[in-house]
Structures are given as structure tokens and as C-alpha cells.
């Protein structure tokens, strides 16, 4: 069966409100999702302020949009990366953006994508404001980006009792797996990561000291865990069952 063709990004990078340092890491994040068919920095590149940025657009092949500030206090970026992208999407040509910003001035523009269907998939740091981070599907804080896609997570793991403490996550990992799970109560990783992301847009296993999301599971030690073959030459599945459902068998 042939392979599905990856999903064409477009990658916006507010410069004035990211840093070069994170961003062969965003990238190789961003091949998890798709192919970069568009990668543009914005910002006004006479400012020294953004001189640090030149190696890595040269490197990566980021296109630099120049916009200059007009008025002191004003962030004429925002404007110009805002515009750029109602301009891509109108196009018609892509099936997802990559916003890389903190800043929640680009809340509406990424709930106007999802309203046309696309995905959304936000970059930033942990102070970015809420409604940003609500408004995306999917948003990655870059402080848990490492720069290798396969590398271990940059957090100390948590240990089990410290997992367990947190009342917010038990709860999204059981009621996820309830969710997914079929009468006996399995439920495949896969569906119940899907429904995790719709209900946390941010919700990242790297976050607490983990890799992947079956890594975490498992080191809640709330669930049992089944690797099930899904066919001759195909990878096994991971499948999950909480340890406390009522009625298992």
C-alpha cells in the first residue's frame, strides 16, 4: 500500500518573539507533522537585535520578510505575518501552519485557519498566553524541544508517586483510554492520543520527563499495557486498559 503523502506546511516564525538557538529542533519537530513547503521568518532584520538570526536562516533556508517599525511600541510583525498567512491560505495549496510565536495577537489568525479546516500547530514558550495555546490543535512548548527527533526528553522523568499526584492528569489519561476503549476496556494508543490533543492542545508526554505518550502510561503504573501484532511485517500496537475500571474482567 503506498504511503499517504506528507501533509504541506506553511512555518511562520514571529523572529521578534522566538529565538534562533530552538529552531533546528522546531523544525525537526515539524517534519512530525508534515513538510515544510513554506518557511519565513518575520521581523525587521535592520535591527542588530535580530543579527543573531542570519547563520540559522541561511542554514535551514528560511526566507527573512523584512518589515520595518514604523511608530515605537507599535509590532508591525505581527501585521505582516498575519496578512502573509491569510494570503497562503486563500491560496489554497497547503493543509496545515506552523506559527512560532509566544504572542497572543496570533490567536484569531489561528482560529481563522481552523475554521477553513486546516491545522493549526503552535511553537512557543511556556508563557504564552492561554487562548493562544487553546486556540491551535496542537501546541509545543519549545523548552521541551531537544533538537534530535528520537532524543530523550529534556525533563527529569517523574516518578510514579509524583504522577499520581497530579489529579489533572490521571484524569485526562482515564477518561482518554474510557473514551477509546472498547467493551473489555482496551483502547488503542493512537485514538487515545488523538483524544488527549483535542482536549489539550499542549499536552505533551515531554513535559513530564517522557519521550512518548506510551512512556508515560506506563510510568503511571495505572494501566495495563498490551503490545498486539496488527499483521505479518507490521508493527505491533500499543493497547492500554485502566487497572481500575469497574467491571473488568
Given at each position: 500500500?503506498?504511503?499517504?503523502?506528507?501533509?504541506?506546511?506553511?512555518?511562520?516564525?514571529?523572529?521578534?518573539?522566538?529565538?534562533?538557538?530552538?529552531?533546528?529542533?522546531?523544525?525537526?519537530?515539524i517534519?512530525?507533522?508534515?513538510?515544510?513547503h513554506?518557511?519565513?521568518?518575520?521581523?525587521?532584520?535592520?535591527?542588530?537585535?535580530?543579527k543573531?538570526?542570519?547563520?540559522?536562516?541561511?542554514?535551514?533556508?528560511?526566507?527573512?520578510?523584512?518589515?520595518?517599525?514604523?511608530?515605537?511600541?507599535?509590532?508591525?510583525?505581527?501585521?505582516?505575518?498575519?496578512?502573509?498567512?491569510?494570503?497562503?491560505?486563500?491560496?489554497?495549496?497547503?493543509?496545515?501552519?506552523c506559527?512560532?510565536?509566544?504572542?497572543s495577537?496570533?490567536?484569531?489568525?489561528?482560529?481563522?485557519?481552523?475554521?477553513?479546516?486546516?491545522?493549526?500547530?503552535?511553537?512557543?514558550?511556556r508563557?504564552?498566553?492561554?487562548?493562544?495555546?487553546?486556540?491551535?490543535?496542537?501546541?509545543?512548548?519549545v523548552?521541551?524541544?531537544?533538537?534530535?527527533?528520537?532524543?530523550?526528553?529534556?525533563?527529569?522523568?517523574?516518578?510514579?508517586?509524583?504522577?499520581?499526584?497530579?489529579s489533572?492528569?490521571?484524569?485526562?489519561?482515564?477518561?482518554?483510554?474510557?473514551?477509546?476503549?472498547?467493551?473489555?476496556?482496551?483502547?488503542?494508543?493512537?485514538?487515545?492520543?488523538?483524544?488527549?490533543?483535542?482536549?489539550?492542545?499542549?499536552?505533551?508526554?515531554?513535559?513530564?520527563?517522557?519521550?512518548?505518550?506510551?512512556?508515560?502510561?506506563?510510568?503511571?503504573?495505572?494501566?495495563?499495557?498490551?503490545?498486539?501484532?496488527?499483521?505479518e511485517?507490521?508493527?505491533?500496537?500499543?493497547?492500554?486498559?485502566?487497572?481500575?475500571?469497574p467491571?473488568?474482567?
Amino acid at each position: 500500500m503506498a504511503n499517504e503523502p506528507a501533509a504541506k506546511l506553511a512555518v511562520l516564525i514571529d523572529a521578534d518573539n522566538a529565538q534562533p538557538a530552538i529552531i533546528e529542533a522546531l523544525l525537526a519537530e515539524i517534519a512530525k507533522y508534515g513538510t515544510a513547503h513554506v518557511k519565513r521568518a518575520y521581523g525587521d532584520w535592520t535591527d542588530s537585535h535580530l543579527k543573531s538570526w542570519k547563520e540559522e536562516l541561511l542554514r535551514q533556508s528560511i526566507q527573512p520578510m523584512q518589515q520595518f517599525g514604523y511608530t515605537r511600541g507599535k509590532n508591525s510583525t505581527d501585521s505582516a505575518l498575519i496578512i502573509d498567512a491569510m494570503d497562503l491560505l486563500y491560496s489554497g495549496r497547503f493543509d496545515g501552519f506552523c506559527i512560532a510565536s509566544s504572542d497572543s495577537d496570533f490567536t484569531r489568525l489561528a482560529g481563522r485557519i481552523r475554521e477553513s479546516g486546516l491545522m493549526v500547530y503552535g511553537f512557543g514558550e511556556r508563557k504564552t498566553p492561554e487562548p493562544f495555546v487553546a486556540a491551535c490543535d496542537k501546541f509545543i512548548y519549545v523548552e521541551n524541544l531537544t533538537g534530535k527527533p528520537d532524543e530523550a526528553a529534556p525533563q527529569k522523568p517523574r516518578s510514579a508517586a509524583q504522577l499520581k499526584q497530579d489529579s489533572a492528569l490521571v484524569n485526562l489519561l482515564r477518561n482518554a483510554v474510557e473514551a477509546a476503549s472498547d467493551d473489555d476496556g482496551w483502547a488503542a494508543l493512537g485514538p487515545v492520543g488523538s483524544i488527549i490533543s483535542k482536549q489539550r492542545p499542549d499536552f505533551d508526554a515531554r513535559s513530564y520527563g517522557y519521550g512518548k505518550l506510551s512512556g508515560l502510561i506506563a510510568a503511571t503504573s495505572l494501566f495495563e499495557i498490551e503490545r498486539r501484532s496488527s499483521g505479518e511485517g507490521r508493527p505491533k500496537t500499543i493497547h492500554v486498559r485502566n487497572h481500575a475500571r469497574p467491571g473488568k474482567r
